[in-house]
């Protein structure tokens, strides 16, 4: 018989591409200079992926690093979620990062939820553990948005960068999943986009099908700001009232990494001290569903955050659509 469980956040790893652009080489592409850059957003330098890195490669190194954390093989992952929006296939990518992991035991599917992709995916991933169907899953989050930034574009292309990050969760006695809150606003959808512009090709007579194509990313910063500003800190409020704890039972606070200046008005917002703020941005910038477990994997081995601490995770963007996990680090 199927008994229900808790869920246990075991091991972590992520990667990133090698090739760097700092705000400088920006600023010889389009008319900004570091010191915006910086001031606003917190970023110095983004990672990009050649045309030889799949999101499959990147997805699947972090995947295996997180695996070799948890002291499990991949023979032994039940699922594996893949929380991207730049899959190398339009039908999805995990499955391909099940073949790359030679993880043949498991079963694979994408969620596309932009930068709160790796927040949906634990919060689902959780529900297959608790229900006792599942015992090991491989949650990665991963994404390449310099392949849909429009690189003349200012106000875009100094944000993004490519990353993966993976977290392994566990079948466990104690829940360690405290809380959780999701959200999505449908009619703000237009702030921020990679939409598809449809084309009519006829086939025959009046019958067309439309053949277009994906425009690079759109947003209206301002909105998405305003937006994240208010939205976060209600959200964790909303997944900690569940978990039945307060701002004071929190270690780390830990957001999606899209703006230094949105961290430490959410951490003020929250009366969190900034010391206990996880933030990589000025290496990264936003990777989107990648910037949480990339920056939780980064502070695991850092020794920063320990077995045991308790984690106010939050995830905002694209949809619109927001939500937050309160959790507690590993298997106590
Ligand atoms: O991951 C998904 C979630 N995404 C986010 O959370 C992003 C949220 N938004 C933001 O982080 C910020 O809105 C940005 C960093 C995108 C922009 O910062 P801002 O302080 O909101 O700037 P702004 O858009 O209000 O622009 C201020 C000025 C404008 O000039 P004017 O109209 O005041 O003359 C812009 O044209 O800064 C100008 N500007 C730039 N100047 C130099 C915009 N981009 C640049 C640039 N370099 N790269």
Not at 21 to 37: C, G, P, Q, S, Y
Not at 263 to 279: F, G, N, Q, V
Request: aromatic content about 6%.
């Amino acid at each position: 018989m199927i008994q229900p469980t808790g869920v246990a956040l075991i091991g972590s790893g992520s990667a990133s591409p090698d090739s760097i652009i700092t705000n400088h080489h920006l600023a010889e592409m389009v008319d900004t200079d570091d010191e915006w850059i910086k001031t606003r957003t917190g970023i110095a330098q983004r990672h990009v992926a050649g045309p030889e890195l799949g999101l499959r490669h990147l997805a699947a190194q972090a995947g295996e690093r997180a695996i070799a954390a948890a002291n499990l093989t991949s023979e032994d992952i039940d699922l594996i979620i893949l929380a991207t929006s730049s899959p190398d296939d339009l039908f999805g990518s995990a499955a391909q990062v099940q073949a790359e992991l030679g993880a043949s035991r498991a079963a694979a599917f994408d969620i596309t939820a932009a930068c709160s992709g790796f927040i949906v995916g634990l919060i689902t991933a959780s529900q297959f553990i608790r229900t006792g169907v599942y015992k090991n899953i491989l949650l990665v989050g991963a994404d390449l948005l310099s392949r849909w930034t429009d690189w003349e574009d200012r106000r875009t292309c100094i944000l993004f960068g490519d990353g993966a990050g993976a977290v392994v969760l566990q079948a466990s006695e104690t829940d360690n999943l405290l809380g959780f809150d999701l959200h999505s606003d449908g009619s703000m959808n237009g702030c921020l986009t990679l939409g598809y512009e449809p084309e009519g090709q006829t086939l025959y007579g009046e019958t067309q099908v439309s053949k277009g194509q994906y425009n690079p990313i759109n947003m209206n910063g301002r909105e998405v700001y305003r937006f994240a500003v208010k939205r976060v800190p209600q959200v964790i409020g909303q997944a900690l009232a569940k978990a039945g704890l307060t701002v004071d039972d929190i270690d780390w606070l830990l957001l999606h990494q899209a703006n230094q200046r949105i961290i430490d008005a959410a951490a003020d917002r929250l009366k969190i001290p900034r010391e206990k703020t996880l933030s990589n941005l000025a290496q990264y910038g936003n990777t989107s569903a990648a910037s949480i477990p990339l920056a939780l994997d980064e502070a695991v081995r850092a020794g920063k955050v320990k077995p045991g601490d308790t984690i106010a995770a939050s995830g905002f963007g694209a949809g619109l659509t927001w939500g937050s996990a309160i959790f507690r680090w590993g298997h106590r």
